[in-house]
């Protein structure tokens, strides 16, 4: 159960797009279309952002989108704005109803 | 509106016990998987557990397994973790979490409550 591999920090400036890859293997993210995106402000309860490499919850903004290519699955931002920056980790399926996560990429908006 | 609010945590020195608990409210509690994840000091996330919606199907990371107990009590709208053989590297912020479809769309997940594991 080895963590998803994640940039550390990415950033970018207001109505910019930014993108953070998610890196697994072929026991996970390259396997199984069951990664999910989550956003989380320090002190608060993370949020679900992507859900099954590129579905959005309901009502979520559609600046959000995911993408999956072999073993990385990725996370756009588009039009970012002041309140997107925070952690982003993502998540997948491993095997046997166990679930792994990435490091985490913190987002600074400049 | 659906709420998780954990609880039970606190400093307990290594190689004790702790039990956490979940308390659910808003949804029906009893259709839905649940999950306990936790995040140590300035680390990423980590997936700790699940338990089925009927308690009857319960996983565990390597990290845990054979010393955590995740279980619920669907009368009580409750989750709960039982940690056994504490260690240090357990002291973290501890999440519980909803799981819309079992598949790990955590879609709903508490403040968490703090455990430190130190003498």
């Known amino acids: 159960q080895s963590a998803l591999t994640q940039p550390a920090s990415v950033s970018g400036s207001p109505g910019q797009s930014i993108t953070i890859s998610c890196t697994g293997s072929?026991?996970?993210?390259?396997?199984?279309?069951?990664v999910s995106w989550y956003q989380h402000h320090p002190g608060k309860a993370p949020k679900l952002l992507i859900h099954?490499?590129?579905q959005r919850p309901s009502g979520l903004s559609n600046r959000f989108s995911g993408s999956k290519s072999g073993n990385t699955a990725s996370l756009t931002i588009s039009g970012l704005q002041a309140e997107d920056e925070a952690d982003y980790y993502c998540?997948?399926?491993?095997?046997?109803?166990?679930?792994?996560f990435g490091g985490g990429t913190r987002l600074t908006v400049l | 509106q659906v709420q998780v609010v954990e609880s039970g945590g606190g400093v307990v020195q290594p190689g004790r016990s702790l039990r956490l608990s979940c308390a659910a409210s808003?949804?029906?509690?009893?259709?839905?998987?649940m999950h306990w994840v936790r995040q140590a000091p300035g680390k990423g996330l980590e997936w700790v557990a699940v338990?089925?919606?009927?308690?009857?199907?319960?996983y565990y990371a390597d990290s845990v397994k054979g010393r955590f107990t995740v279980s619920r009590d669907n009368s009580k709208n409750s989750l709960y973790l039982e940690m056994n053989s504490l260690r240090g590297e357990d002291t973290a912020l501890y999440y519980c979490?909803?799981?819309?479809?079992?598949?790990?769309?955590?879609?709903?997940w508490g403040q968490g409550t703090l455990v430190t594991v130190s003498s």
């Open positions: 072929s026991s996970d993210v390259g396997i199984y279309n069951l």
């Open positions: 808003g949804f029906s509690f009893s259709i839905y998987a």
């Open positions: 099954d490499v590129t």
């Open positions: 979490a909803r799981d819309q479809d079992y598949g790990g769309k955590f879609d709903y």
């Open positions: 998540c997948s399926y491993a095997r046997s109803k166990t679930w792994v």
């Open positions: 338990v089925s919606y009927d308690g009857s199907d319960k």
